[in-house]
């Protein structure tokens, strides 16, 4: 595999590719995610029928967690590709392997068609969606900080996590629309396919914008010694760096707290407070856009005042308040409730999130920055992002939201500790 390095994209409409190039493929690959968590309890009655509706949607979020086995293989094979031949040629490929996994599920026949294969296609789509990911973060976030301005770097790398935030009101919305305007029957028989099908018709545009972006500057100045690298050697030089991988890993199993607000929360809300989903994704929608603002503005603090100040003021604020939160939502929980409960986690959550892709590309020099990134990432986020939903189902069900907030509010004190005595200052530091 050659790579072939272009000059550095210069001027607006440069630095505006640039940023929509490197964040799209994010969206895609969150919005396929989110579209799964917000639509599980529809999918479940199609393809993991059961006698008892609540199993259903316990099978039905296992296919979600077992997608994010599929990331740490993703990371371990994809990341020191990017480190190797580019960040532009493995964005390309990461974009269009999320696609095609929606695509699959958009066209996968349901379990009263081909019985058992539904099921299992199902989470085949699944893994190879995770694959895709457990390189797509990674990449991205190394891409546009590289791309970055040092003076403004968190600020001018935000546009990824904002797209998080855009492929989960986008995903909300299309869900909600989906479940509004098709009736009970048509949503059963195909209105569920339609988020799909629209995932992968996305894909396809973001995979010819990523053929044209420019490759970043700090991998062009080391892109002759890098061609010159076996993969196995980049991979083995992670072993120089055991504080900031575990470090990353930390900071990813905050993960959890993000899943449980913007994409279960909702279904978590209707399964205990009765309250219904199309508010509940109204609510959600509305939530989103606060993360959306927060990122960018905690983004751009972080810049004059440091990253490790946000990052240990997002796990505090969680331990204070994720119980008397989670316990608003008991019972008959109304519209504005669920709406206020969301918007101060998503609050929460994008104080960290603004920060977070900057921080991680910080930690490692330009050769391993990729692999240091993704492969404890992928590892964290398949043992605890993707289990969120359904560790969050089972802990209720043995002591309600009491168990949730323990769950949570045990991941805050790690994080805590670890910021206290392991997390460096990055603020300031070259990524040449």
């Given at each position: 595999?050659?790579?072939?390095?272009?000059?550095?994209?210069?001027?607006?409409?440069?630095?505006?590719?640039?940023?929509?190039?490197?964040?799209?493929?994010?969206?895609?690959?969150?919005?396929?995610?989110?579209?799964?968590?917000?639509?599980?309890?529809?999918?479940?009655?199609?393809?993991?029928?059961?006698?008892?509706?609540?199993?259903?949607?316990?099978?039905?979020?296992?296919?979600?967690?077992?997608?994010?086995i599929g990331r740490p293989i993703g990371a371990i094979i994809l990341s020191p590709m990017a480190d190797k031949y580019g960040r532009r040629t493995l964005l390309a490929a990461t974009i269009i392997m999320s696609g095609a996994g929606s695509l699959i599920i958009g066209l996968c026949p349901n379990y009263a068609q081909i019985g058992i294969l539904a099921p299992i296609i199902i989470v085949l789509s699944r893994l190879l969606q995770g694959f895709a990911g457990g390189a797509e973060y990674q990449i991205s976030a190394t891409f546009l900080n590289e791309h970055a301005s040092p003076k403004n770097r968190a600020f001018n790398a935000s546009p990824q996590q904002i797209s998080i935030g855009l492929s989960v009101l986008a995903a909300?919305?299309?869900?909600?629309?989906?479940?509004?305007?098709?009736?009970?029957?048509?949503?059963?028989?195909?209105?569920?396919?339609?988020?799909?099908?629209?995932?992968?018709?996305?894909?396809?545009?973001?995979?010819?914008?990523?053929?044209?972006?420019?490759?970043?500057?700090?991998?062009?100045?080391?892109?002759?010694?890098?061609?010159?690298?076996?993969?196995?050697?980049?991979?083995?030089?992670?072993?120089?760096?055991?504080?900031?991988?575990?470090?990353?890993?930390?900071?990813?199993?905050?993960?959890?707290?993000?899943?449980?607000?913007?994409?279960?929360?909702?279904?978590?809300?209707?399964?205990?407070?009765?309250?219904?989903?199309?508010?509940?994704?109204?609510?959600?929608?509305?939530?989103?856009?606060?993360?959306?603002?927060?990122?960018?503005?905690?983004?751009?603090?972080?810049?004059?005042?440091?990253?490790?100040?946000?990052?240990?003021?997002?796990?505090?604020?969680?331990?204070?308040?994720?119980?008397?939160?989670?316990?608003?939502?008991?019972?008959?929980?109304?519209?504005?409730?669920?709406?206020?409960?969301?918007?101060?986690?998503?609050?929460?959550?994008?104080?960290?999130?603004?920060?977070?892709?900057?921080?991680?590309?910080?930690?490692?020099?330009?050769?391993?920055?990729?692999?240091?990134?993704?492969?404890?990432?992928?590892?964290?986020?398949?043992?605890?992002?993707?289990?969120?939903?359904?560790?969050?189902?089972?802990?209720?069900?043995?002591?309600?939201?009491?168990?949730?907030?323990?769950?949570?509010?045990?991941?805050?004190?790690?994080?805590?500790?670890?910021?206290?005595?392991?997390?460096?200052?990055?603020?300031?530091?070259?990524?040449?």
């Amino acid at each position: 595999m050659q790579t072939t390095i272009d000059a550095p994209a210069t001027g607006v409409n440069g630095r505006v590719k640039t940023l929509v190039g490197g964040s799209i493929g994010h969206f895609i690959e969150w919005f396929d995610w989110a579209i799964y968590g917000l639509m599980a309890g529809v999918i479940a009655a199609q393809m993991f029928p059961a006698a008892d509706p609540a199993v259903s949607l316990i099978s039905s979020l296992s296919a979600f967690a077992i997608g994010f086995i599929g990331r740490p293989i993703g990371a371990i094979i994809l990341s020191p590709m990017a480190d190797k031949y580019g960040r532009r040629t493995l964005l390309a490929a990461t974009i269009i392997m999320s696609g095609a996994g929606s695509l699959i599920i958009g066209l996968c026949p349901n379990y009263a068609q081909i019985g058992i294969l539904a099921p299992i296609i199902i989470v085949l789509s699944r893994l190879l969606q995770g694959f895709a990911g457990g390189a797509e973060y990674q990449i991205s976030a190394t891409f546009l900080n590289e791309h970055a301005s040092p003076k403004n770097r968190a600020f001018n790398a935000s546009p990824q996590q904002i797209s998080i935030g855009l492929s989960v009101l986008a995903a909300t919305a299309v869900a909600a629309m989906t479940t509004k305007f098709f009736s009970p029957e048509t949503l059963q028989a195909w209105g569920w396919r339609v988020p799909y099908l629209l995932g992968a018709a996305i894909s396809v545009y973001g995979f010819f914008m990523r053929r044209g972006l420019d490759e970043t500057p700090s991998f062009a100045a080391n892109a002759k010694k890098m061609a010159n690298r076996s993969l196995g050697s980049i991979l083995a030089a992670l072993a120089k760096h055991p504080r900031e991988t575990l470090i990353v890993f930390v900071l990813q199993m905050n993960g959890v707290l993000y899943y449980m607000w913007l994409i279960f929360l909702p279904t978590y809300a209707n399964m205990i407070g009765g309250l219904p989903r199309p508010e509940g994704f109204a609510g959600n929608m509305i939530s989103t856009v606060v993360y959306i603002i927060g990122v960018p503005t905690f983004a751009y603090i972080s810049d004059r005042v440091g990253r490790k100040p946000l990052l240990f003021a997002t796990a505090v604020l969680f331990l204070i308040f994720v119980y008397p939160l989670l316990s608003l939502l008991n019972g008959q929980v109304s519209f504005w409730t669920f709406t206020l409960v969301a918007s101060i986690g998503a609050l929460f959550l994008s104080m960290n999130n603004g920060v977070l892709g900057t921080v991680l590309s910080e930690l490692f020099p330009t050769e391993v920055r990729t692999s240091g990134i993704g492969i404890p990432y992928a590892i964290c986020a398949a043992l605890f992002g993707g289990t969120a939903p359904l560790v969050a189902t089972w802990l209720h069900g043995l002591g309600g939201v009491w168990y949730v907030s323990l769950y949570a509010m045990l991941i805050c004190v790690i994080s805590i500790v670890t910021h206290l005595f392991l997390t460096p200052e990055t603020r300031g530091r070259s990524l040449d």
